[in-house]
């Protein structure tokens, strides 16, 4: 029974992720490997405090991990656990595809990727 309680926690966690703007544009960026946070606010241009609370809430959810390196912390999406999860994360791959939005983020990841970064600048 506690089990099947927890996997319905996971469920609900994750659903609760995905149901923000900011969420599901951090996702996206980090389809394409690792980010520090520094990278993450300046591909979103949203101040800093929103995005690490936003982070916690996706790594809460399982669906982001956290590699620290010194003061820096990096993100990246969590290897899916469950077919749900799998699932999930194909599903908003391909819808995120067509949100201009969110195309204009990752087009800013790809030239803050390219120039190494704000880690790679310090």
């Known amino acids: 029974m506690a089990k099947k309680n ?37 591909s979103l241009q949203v101040p800093q405090p929103k995005v690490s609370r936003h982070l916690a809430h996706l790594r809460k959810a399982g669906l982001v991990t956290v590699r620290k390196e010194g003061l820096w912390s990096h993100y990246s999406l969590a290897v899916p656990e469950t077919e749900f999860h799998h699932q999930l994360l194909e599903c908003a791959m391909t819808c995120f595809q067509e949100v201009p939005e969110i195309r204009s983020d990752n087009a800013r990841a790809v030239k803050i990727r390219k120039s190494g970064g704000c880690c790679g600048k310090r």
């Open 6 to 42: 927890t996997e319905v926690l996971q469920v609900d966690l994750m659903f609760r992720a995905f149901c923000d703007r900011t969420r599901l544009r951090i996702l996206s960026l980090l389809r394409d490997g690792e980010l520090c946070v520094g990278d993450v606010v300046d």
